[in-house]
């Protein structure tokens, strides 16, 4: 690693571990197997970190299966879940895991809004094929431009502003803010039977006493509205379509 300069290593875990743990312990010692794994690879870790300061590890894991604390202090899940490409599990997925892990990542390989919108994370993989030449580019284009905004507000605190669900005929919505740039997105998700064409959302954090301007990114007009007035009285958020993921982004007036 020192001499091809690697400074980002990924280590996949592709099986299911447990029953070759359990053969190899005798019925008086089942456990062993496995603690002495885990901690051999901790500190595998611990001394690839120390040889190489500054080096990314990428927990993969088949998707999900090593977000516990050890590893999370050394690694960060950049695929955190083999259930992909499913609006609504992605929805779920990030709805959940950024309560708990601030930088993780997902990705896609279809040009499709909704799809791509449900599985923005902080890391984001983009694995469409570039040599087809009938992929919606504009498109893309306009959903990477829209991530670049969105992805560094993921980083900030974190607000639920409607019930964790994962059925077909509910809206779905939270809030990542900035306190300290006062700026931050709101994500809403009308799913695919949710008879409502209308939802309002309280926002959380923000500066009562400070104007706010709310842009959503297909456009329309840009709200400017009191953090008091977001707060208390909410945000409507709008759409005629279904499934559809709206994305608003707001900022504080300097």
Same mark, same amino acid.
């Given at each position: ?27 008086d ?5 496995e603690?002495?794994?885990v ?21 993969? &894991? ?5 977000n #516990? +604390?050890e590893?999370?202090r $050394?690694a /960060? ?8 490409f499913e609006?609504v ?6 709805y959940?895991?950024a309560?708990?892990?601030p ?6 390989l279809t040009?499709?809004k909704y ?15 570039t040599?087809?030449k ?5 498109l ?8 670049r ?6 980083l ?7 019930p ?5 005929? &509910? ?5 990542? #803010? +900035?306190?300290?740039?006062? $700026?931050? /997105?709101v ?9 409502t ?5 309280k ?5 009562p006493?400070?104007?706010y ?6 456009g329309?007009a ?24 709206v ?8």
């Amino acid at each position: 690693m020192t001499d091809q300069g690697i400074d980002l290593y990924r280590q996949d875990f592709n099986i299911d571990p447990l029953s070759y743990w359990q053969s190899d312990d005798a019925d008086d010692r089942q456990g062993v197997a496995e603690m002495r794994h885990v901690a051999g690879y901790l500190a595998y870790w611990d001394d690839l970190l120390r040889r190489r300061p500054g080096m990314l590890i990428d927990s993969c &894991a088949s998707g999900g299966r090593r977000n #516990d +604390l050890e590893t999370l202090r $050394r690694a /960060v899940p950049l695929l955190r879940s083999d259930y992909t490409f499913e609006p609504v599990g992605e929805q779920c997925h990030t709805y959940g895991v950024a309560s708990w892990i601030p930088f993780h990542g997902t990705g896609f390989l279809t040009c499709d809004k909704y799809l791509i919108r449900s599985q923005m994370s902080p890391e984001f993989t983009m694995g469409v094929d570039t040599r087809r030449k009938d992929q919606d580019y504009d498109l893309l284009r306009k959903m990477v431009a829209e991530w670049r905004r969105v992805g560094p507000c993921q980083l900030g605190d974190y607000w639920p502003l409607t019930p964790y669900s994962k059925a077909n005929d &509910a809206w779905m919505a939270w809030q990542f #803010d +900035l306190p300290e740039e006062g $700026r931050g /997105v709101v994500q809403a998700f009308r799913r695919a039977d949710c008879p409502t064409a209308s939802l309002r959302v309280k926002l959380r954090g923000l500066d009562p006493a400070a104007t706010y301007t709310v842009d959503e990114m297909d456009g329309g007009a840009v709200r400017t509205l009191t953090g008091r007035a977001l707060m208390d009285e909410g945000l409507e958020i709008r759409t005629t379509e279904k499934p559809a993921a709206v994305t608003l982004c707001y900022g504080r007036v300097r």
